[in-house]
């Protein structure tokens, strides 16, 4: 979705994160977590410290993640043998 929205896309580059995903995720019980790093210059015009101009699209975006993310079949994702990443992946 992300690349869908012209976003660049980058798998634990340039942060590894891991702690949330850890913490917070339990796979094996249904529980799944994600940590999405967002770019500041995408929503901050960061030499005003201001809202920038691309805040309203970047909220329309991950709304339109939202519900992507809330309509997946939990039992895909519970399914032996899928090939979702799982937390800390």
């Given at each position: ?20 995903t ?60 899928s ?7």
């Open positions: 979705l992300f690349r869908d929205f012209g976003y660049s896309v980058s798998l634990n580059k340039p942060y590894a994160g891991g702690f949330t850890r913490h917070y995720g339990r796979p094996a019980d249904g529980i799944h977590a994600f940590q999405i790093e967002i770019n500041r210059a995408l929503y901050l015009d960061e030499k005003r410290i201001e809202r920038g101009p691309g805040l309203a699209e970047l909220v329309r975006n991950m709304r339109r993640l939202i519900v992507a993310m809330t309509s997946i079949d939990r039992d895909v994702l519970a399914a032996p043998g090939t979702h990443l799982k937390a800390a992946e």
